[in-house]
């Protein structure tokens, strides 16, 4: 679509389950603003339906998790399959936060292919965003 080419990259930026730490959410949110990218941030303790739903009625582009309390894996199992009932498969999934070296495998199977532990640069985020998107969108 050509006006997509023309309009921000719109990003949702969730906060999964129980996870009560959305300090490192609001930087990332702001680093993204300043990079240009719409964020829609959902505020904590989001569940798998609720992202889900968000997703579908915002229009995004990118759908974003921020993890930090462990639960990563088991929300990204239910999540997937309603982001893909809800025909949102072929947008960008990307999980940020606590995320142990040994689950970055099942992520990446769950389809969460911007993986970017704690500690990981804002340019390498926007820049895997500006990437990805454009290229499905193009």
Same mark, same amino acid.
């Given at each position: 679509?050509?006006? @997509?080419?023309?309009?921000?990259?719109? &990003?949702?930026? =969730?906060?999964?389950?129980?996870? $009560?730490?959305?300090? $490192?959410?609001?930087? *990332?949110?702001? !680093?993204?603003?300043?990079?240009? +990218?719409? &964020?829609?941030?959902?505020?904590?303790?989001? @569940?798998? /339906?609720?992202?889900?739903?968000? !997703?579908?009625? /915002?229009? *995004?582009?990118?759908?974003?998790? %921020? %993890?930090? =309390?462990?639960?990563?894996?088991? +929300?990204?199992?239910?999540?997937?399959?309603? #982001?893909?009932?809800? $025909?949102?498969?072929?947008? #960008?999934?990307?999980?940020?936060?606590?995320?142990?070296?040994?689950?970055?495998?099942?992520?990446?199977?769950?389809?969460? @292919?911007?993986?970017?532990?704690?500690?990981?640069?804002?340019?390498?985020?926007?820049?895997?965003?500006? /990437?990805?998107?454009? /290229?499905?969108?193009?």
């Amino acid at each position: 679509m050509n006006d @997509t080419a023309q309009r921000r990259i719109r &990003v949702l930026l =969730a906060k999964p389950g129980l996870d $009560g730490h959305d300090q $490192g959410a609001k930087v *990332v949110a702001r !680093a993204m603003m300043d990079a240009g +990218f719409e &964020v829609i941030y959902t505020g904590l303790r989001q @569940t798998p /339906e609720q992202v889900s739903r968000i !997703a579908l009625d /915002e229009d *995004v582009d990118v759908i974003a998790l %921020s %993890s930090m =309390a462990g639960s990563h894996l088991p +929300f990204c199992r239910k999540l997937k399959p309603l #982001l893909e009932a809800n $025909g949102l498969g072929d947008k #960008l999934w990307m999980i940020g936060g606590n995320l142990p070296a040994q689950d970055h495998d099942a992520l990446r199977s769950l389809g969460f @292919t911007g993986i970017f532990p704690t500690g990981s640069k804002f340019d390498a985020i926007v820049a895997y965003i500006r /990437e990805n998107v454009r /290229e499905n969108v193009a």
